[in-house]
């Protein structure tokens, strides 16, 4: 089983910084894409950003020039830089993990989320 926890959310003022971090655990034969979704209140969840194993980027249009995404597949570890953050970008911030495990099944891991809230 892989699990993945996400940290560094927290309330920040609107033009603020933060940075997530995500890191996916155990029996992890390769990851082949991690990705930040969100979902604010009363909203669907969406795609944020997501990091290929080559490392190839793909990045919302809504934070396209603010937020960046890194990965170090050395640690299992994604992170989401988020500059000029707006009171729109709050939500809860999930990271996800696809690949396969030591035994070569398939996964597709959630973390519990993270919340981050931007104050005007």
């Known amino acids: 089983q892989v699990q993945v926890v996400e940290s560094g959310g927290g309330l920040v003022q609107a033009g603020g910084s933060l940075r997530l971090s995500c890191v996916a655990s155990?029996?992890?034969?390769?990851?082949?894409?991690m990705s930040w979704h969100r979902q604010a209140p009363g909203k669907q969840r969406e795609l944020v950003a997501g990091?290929?194993?080559?490392?190839?980027?793909n990045i919302a249009s809504s934070v396209k020039g603010r937020f960046t995404i890194s990965r170090d597949s050395a640690k299992n570890t994604v992170y989401l830089q988020m500059n000029s953050l707006k009171p729109e970008d709050t939500a809860v911030y999930y990271c996800?993990?696809?690949?396969?495990?030591?035994?070569?099944?398939?996964?597709?891991?959630w973390g519990q989320g993270t919340q981050v809230t931007v104050s005007s």
């Open positions: 996800n993990a696809d690949g396969y495990d030591s035994s070569w099944q398939q996964f597709d891991s």
């Open positions: 155990g029996r992890i034969y390769r990851i082949n894409v």
């Open positions: 990091v290929t194993s080559g490392g190839g980027t």
